[in-house]
């Protein structure tokens, strides 16, 4: 089965761009959830999406959206970029059925750099 | 506000000590995940505890939860340079998976 993948790797923006990142989630899995990442800090929740809608969202202004597929896979959009937006953006996938969920599997990361 | 505290925030030991990661909350848990993160990769998970007192063991790595599901902690017996990383614990709430502020330790040889 494959694992989720994230792009790109890397990528650098100028202050007040806008920047999408993508995930692909794995093989059987219909839940993606993203997730900021500050040096050396834990994750922060940013959203979940289920069935190409929001299912949940953490302590993020409305220039964090999402969207979600019908492949389940997902991107996250950042609009008027700042500097504090400087960070790693995880994505992990789950699946969630009736007889409750998986485990999340994460991918490696998109490195964001705001300058 | 974060929901899960960790202590210590870093710790650097010499190879061959004895080591004890701190996962704390106000909060009740169904269940507590340990995840391990080195630079440039996602966080990978170690074990999930579910019962109140549980321990389990992985290796040299022990994972205990606490009796009121409300705390955690991870042992590790005989560092080495390989468990030089980032040490998540993680836990649901209102069904997605929240991270506490992270430990990371540092093995010298």
């Known amino acids: 089965e494959t694992g989720v993948t994230q792009s790109p790797t890397h990528l650098i923006k100028t202050r007040g761009q806008q920047v999408t990142l993508r995930c692909s989630s794995q093989?059987?899995?219909?839940?993606v959830s993203w997730y900021q990442q500050a040096l050396g800090q834990g994750p922060q929740f940013i959203f979940q999406?289920?069935?190409?809608?929001?299912?949940g969202r953490g302590n993020f202004p409305p220039r964090f959206s999402g969207l979600q597929f019908p492949n389940y896979s997902s991107e996250l959009n950042v609009n008027a970029l700042e500097l504090d937006d400087s960070a790693l953006y995880l994505c992990?996938?789950?699946?969630?059925?009736?007889?409750?969920?998986?485990?999340?599997?994460f991918g490696s990361g998109t490195r964001l750099t705001v300058v | 506000t974060q929901l899960l505290e960790q202590s210590p925030q870093f710790l650097s030991i010499q190879e061959g000590e004895n080591l004890t990661v701190y996962c704390n909350s106000s909060?009740?848990?169904?269940?507590l995940q340990w995840y391990r993160q080195e630079p440039g990769e996602g966080p990978v998970l170690l074990v999930t505890?579910?019962?109140?007192?549980e321990v389990k063991k992985l290796k040299r790595l022990t994972f205990q939860f606490g009796d009121a599901r409300k705390d955690s902690s991870l042992h590790i017996t005989a560092a080495q340079p390989g468990d030089t990383g980032l040490y998540l614990c993680?836990?649901?709430?209102?069904?997605?998976?929240?991270f506490g502020t992270g430990t990371r330790l540092q093995v010298f040889p």
């Open positions: 992990a996938s789950s699946r969630v059925d009736r007889e409750g969920g998986s485990g999340y599997t």
């Open positions: 505890v579910v019962t109140g007192g």
């Open positions: 999406y289920y069935r190409e809608e929001e299912n």
């Open positions: 093989s059987g899995h219909n839940t």
């Open positions: 993680a836990g649901y709430h209102t069904d997605k998976l929240i």
């Open positions: 909060s009740v848990f169904s269940s």
